[in-house]
């Protein structure tokens, strides 16, 4: 028992403390930021931009991210193309009342889900470099602008922006810490993933995704595979909605289907040695998504061990407030009250499901095509 506690507890320390320690001392002493103008060649054109949103029953939000869009400060060429994925409400229709020579829109008879609706947008785009983003996720004014300027440098090959939640939820803490650590795996070269809301990809190294992968957390493994860099753009905002409703099952679905690139390319990223990738991937994603079961195991080891005294006594005390404050969030969270409380139940949750994303991506159990947060 004494051994599954170090274990699980040197893994959660080290998945939530040492990680970000470990970056900071790979990190180069002069990192160079994502946006600066080393290693553009003289070049300093702004990449032309395709904006790509696979939107299924988004009638609620689609015309404002038009709007959003059109309304955005860019010195170069951008285009938007929405592929509607099989919309069964009025989608389709509005995207089409509001196309022109910036906007075009493309019809899935049929739902085939998020990945191929990506693969046709993409296939039809124009512009030197995909812009991906959601369809109820709204961009800063001059988000595209600082999104693209680092792709001047030629090494770059995808760049992801960050999202911002309103309010104070599980969401923008959860952000904010996933930012931080973006950050310094950007001084790397490397993200873990980008974020949905917003990132840009060069074409040429874009490929037809399976249907079955997330295109945010594949992307930068081919990025990493070409060998080309992957940064973030911290002051690339786009501002998303954040709703407790559905949040438990999306991440379930969003962890399923991440779990499944990482077990497929991770022979790839190790015959092609691309140590760095590795090492974010399983710090950052894999050891987090084991949260849920580590701290079971911690658990279960610490009731026994209580019993000589001294240090895991008193760790048995802080997981039984724990355990306490988290069922106090669940009732609040229930009520509607916001609090620290919750925020402690948030993340249970939140490491619950990334956990039964982990198995139902083990049990083949990975959905193709699901319900967007507003239905």
Same mark, same amino acid.
């Given at each position: 028992?004494?051994?599954?506690?170090?274990?699980?507890?040197?893994?959660?320390?080290?998945?939530?403390?040492?990680?970000?320690?470990?970056?900071?001392?790979?990190?180069?002493?002069?990192?160079?930021?994502?946006?600066?103008?080393?290693?553009?060649?003289?070049?300093?054109?702004?990449?032309?931009?395709?904006?790509?949103?696979?939107?299924?029953?988004?009638?609620?939000?689609?015309?404002?991210?038009?709007?959003?869009?059109?309304?955005?400060?860019?010195?170069?060429?951008?285009?938007?193309?929405?592929?509607?994925?099989?919309?069964?409400?009025?989608?389709?229709?509005?995207?089409?009342?509001?196309?022109?020579?910036?906007?075009?829109?493309?019809?899935?008879?049929?739902?085939?889900?998020?990945?191929?609706?990506?693969?046709?947008?993409?296939?039809?785009?124009?512009?030197?470099?995909?812009?991906?983003?959601?369809?109820? !996720?709204?961009?800063?004014?001059?988000? *595209?602008?600082?999104?693209?300027?680092?792709? =001047?440098?030629? %090494? &770059?090959?995808?760049? /992801?922006?960050?999202?911002?939640?309103?309010?104070?939820?599980?969401?923008?803490?959860?952000?904010?810490?996933?930012?931080?650590?973006?950050?310094?795996?950007?001084?790397?070269?490397?993200?873990?993933?980008?974020?949905?809301?917003?990132?840009?990809?060069?074409?040429?190294?874009?490929?037809?995704?399976?249907?079955?992968?997330?295109?945010?957390?594949?992307?930068?493994?081919?990025?990493?595979?070409?060998?080309?860099?992957?940064?973030?753009?911290?002051?690339?905002?786009?501002?998303?909605?954040?709703?407790?409703?559905?949040?438990?099952?999306?991440?379930?679905?969003?962890?399923?289907?991440? !779990?499944?690139?990482?077990?497929?390319? *991770?022979?790839?990223?190790?015959?092609?040695? =691309?140590?760095? %990738? &590795?090492?974010?991937? /399983?710090?950052?994603?894999?050891?987090?998504?084991?949260?849920?079961?580590?701290?079971?195991?911690?658990?279960?080891?610490?009731?026994?061990?209580?019993?000589?005294?001294?240090?895991?006594?008193?760790?048995?005390?802080?997981?039984?407030?724990?355990?306490?404050?988290?069922?106090?969030?669940?009732?609040?969270?229930?009520?509607?009250?916001?609090?620290?409380?919750?925020?402690?139940?948030?993340?249970?949750?939140?490491?619950?499901?990334?956990?039964?994303?982990?198995?139902?991506?083990?049990?083949?159990?990975?959905?193709?095509?699901?319900?967007?947060?507003?239905?």
């Amino acid at each position: 028992m004494t051994g599954l506690f170090y274990i699980s507890g040197f893994l959660l320390l080290y998945a939530y403390v040492l990680y970000p320690m470990v970056l900071i001392a790979l990190s180069p002493s002069q990192p160079r930021r994502a946006g600066s103008d080393d290693g553009c060649a003289g070049s300093t054109a702004a990449p032309s931009l395709s904006v790509i949103v696979a939107a299924y029953n988004e009638d609620r939000c689609i015309a404002h991210k038009i709007e959003n869009f059109l309304s955005c400060r860019y010195s170069g060429e951008a285009e938007m193309i929405v592929v509607s994925d099989g919309s069964s409400d009025r989608t389709a229709e509005i995207a089409e009342s509001m196309a022109g020579e910036r906007v075009r829109v493309i019809r899935q008879p049929q739902r085939r889900g998020k990945g191929v609706a990506v693969n046709e947008g993409a296939n039809a785009a124009r512009g030197e470099v995909l812009v991906f983003t959601d369809a109820n !996720a709204m961009f800063a004014a001059d988000a *595209l602008e600082k999104v693209a300027r680092p792709m =001047r440098d030629k %090494s &770059i090959g995808l760049v /992801t922006g960050v999202s911002r939640y309103p309010g104070e939820t599980i969401g923008s803490t959860y952000q904010r810490y996933e930012q931080m650590l973006k950050g310094l795996e950007s001084r790397l070269g490397v993200v873990a993933g980008a974020d949905g809301a917003l990132y840009a990809i060069r074409r040429d190294l874009f490929k037809p995704l399976d249907p079955a992968l997330i295109n945010d957390f594949v992307h930068p493994i081919v990025a990493s595979l070409a060998g080309a860099q992957s940064v973030m753009a911290g002051d690339a905002f786009a501002l998303e909605e954040f709703s407790e409703a559905g949040e438990f099952a999306r991440q379930v679905r969003m962890v399923s289907q991440a !779990a499944l690139v990482y077990f497929r390319l *991770l022979p790839e990223l190790i015959k092609k040695r =691309r140590w760095r %990738s &590795i090492l974010v991937l /399983t710090s950052h994603k894999m050891l987090r998504w084991l949260t849920a079961p580590l701290l079971v195991i911690a658990v279960i080891a610490t009731v026994p061990l209580a019993g000589r005294g001294g240090t895991f006594r008193v760790v048995l005390g802080m997981e039984i407030l724990f355990a306490l404050i988290a069922a106090i969030g669940m009732v609040a969270s229930r009520r509607g009250t916001e609090g620290n409380a919750t925020i402690a139940y948030q993340f249970v949750a939140l490491n619950c499901a990334q956990a039964v994303g982990l198995w139902r991506c083990f049990s083949g159990e990975v959905p193709v095509v699901w319900k967007p947060r507003n239905l």
